[in-house]
């Protein structure tokens, strides 16, 4: 039986994730979305919220499933008893990190092989990042995302630290009666 592991930050999912989480279901027995949890990138989705809007999107898969991990990629590959790691690759501008990510996991763990699936064209674009830059400026992001998602994400922008809000929108309104005493003064950005 031929195991996968497709990992990432997923922060959060985009529909060119999706696609490559169906193709991979197609091809695999068992595909594992692995969900990194500590990140130095400090993500805008928790790993709980992230593994959540996964478990969503892969319902219907009956050979997926989603999981949270830490530390090394082949550590968890191995704990998965994954034969492959699964990477999507969007433009040539991927290559030269996902050729780098891949050697390192053979040297480190030569038994470990990545399979790289081409993005859908119609994705080929599209990453996390920018989808998040759209929404922080408050563009249109829903040809990027599930409508559930993309909700998810506006909630995140919606209430925001004063100092972010304020170069983007100086319409805003008073600051919310109860919110968390973390330093940040938080305001509801009206125009939205
Ligand atoms: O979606 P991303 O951020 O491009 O995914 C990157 C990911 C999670 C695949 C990579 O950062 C990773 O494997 N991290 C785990 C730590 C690790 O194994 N590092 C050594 C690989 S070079």
Redesign the pocket.
């Known amino acids: 039986m031929a195991t996968a592991v497709y990992?990432?930050?997923?922060?959060p999912v985009t529909l060119g994730h999706e696609d490559i989480i169906k193709r991979s279901s197609r091809i695999m027995d068992k595909v594992i979305v692995?969900v990194?949890r500590n990140?130095s990138?400090s993500p805008l989705f928790s790993v709980e919220e992230r593994v959540g809007m996964l478990t969503q999107v892969v319902e219907g898969l009956p050979n997926v499933e989603v999981r949270a991990?830490d530390?090394?990629?082949?550590?968890f590959v191995r704990q998965c008893r994954a034969d492959v790691i699964i990477?999507g690759l969007r433009a040539i501008t991927d290559f030269e990190?996902e050729l780098?990510?891949s050697q390192?996991?053979r040297v480190?763990a030569p038994d470990v092989d990545t399979i790289f699936l081409t993005t859908n064209l119609k994705y080929s674009y599209l990453s996390?990042s920018i989808v998040k830059e759209i929404a922080m400026y408050h563009g249109d992001i829903s040809a990027f995302l599930r409508p559930e998602i993309a909700q998810k994400i506006r909630e995140k922008y919606f209430l925001c630290p004063r100092d972010m809000a304020l170069p983007f929108n100086k319409n805003i309104s008073q600051t919310p009666d109860s919110f968390p005493d973390d330093g940040f003064i938080y305001v509801r950005i009206a125009e939205y």
């Not at 990992?7 to 922060?11: A, K, L, R, T």
């Open positions: 990992p990432g930050s997923f922060d692995g990194l990140q990138k991990f530390g090394l990629l082949v550590d990477r990190y780098q990510l390192t996991n480190i996390s």
